[in-house]
């Protein structure tokens, strides 16, 4: 489960304290609202489907892994499929094998989403042994998903776009900006994060 709005509001209203221009540009464009997934291996396998595809693609993909596999398919019922049946649910070579890596670690027990490290960046770690999982990946599920509060992906275009807008400066920030920006708001990043997607198309900031 993700951060709750609660979670969110007494995040931001910390940082607001800290950061006048943030505690501004909540005033103008309020608080955002959730974002939750669910827990478990799904989730990312979901990700790894919609890599560098349309919304409509992946939805249009995951439809037919689900007609193929059962809705409540289990690793091994992927595992199980041969290339041309995933072929036909529309993964190519490359998702096949992400997903593959991703349901092989599920099975032998290499990555536990029921008991993934408390530290953060031991679980990330962990998450990005799955082929095709890198590190902004692996901090969507940990923000969105676990809702762990001091998660800040840094690496995100909108992230990045959505903090320099709301911090007024010339020029968006890069990744190890960003990150660096970030260190006064702990262990607050998660709700601020969520921020700056809500402000990133704001026009009135």
Known sequence: MGLTAGQIKTGL???????????????????????????GYKTLLRTIVGQQVSVAAASSMWNKLEAELGEDFTPPDLLERDFDTLRACGLSRQKQGYARSLCELVVAGEVD????????????????????IGRWSAEIYLLFAEGRPDIWPAGDLAVMAGIGKILSLEERPDEKATRALAEPWRPHRGATAIFTWHCYNNPAL
């Open 13 to 39: 209203d910390e940082v607001a304290s800290r950061e006048p221009k943030i505690a501004r540009a909540l005033e103008i464009a309020g608080y955002p609202e959730t974002r939750i997934r669910d827990t």
């Open 113 to 132: 989403f029921e008991n993934l490290p408390a530290d953060d960046e031991e679980a990330i770690a962990e998450l990005t042994k799955i082929k095709g």
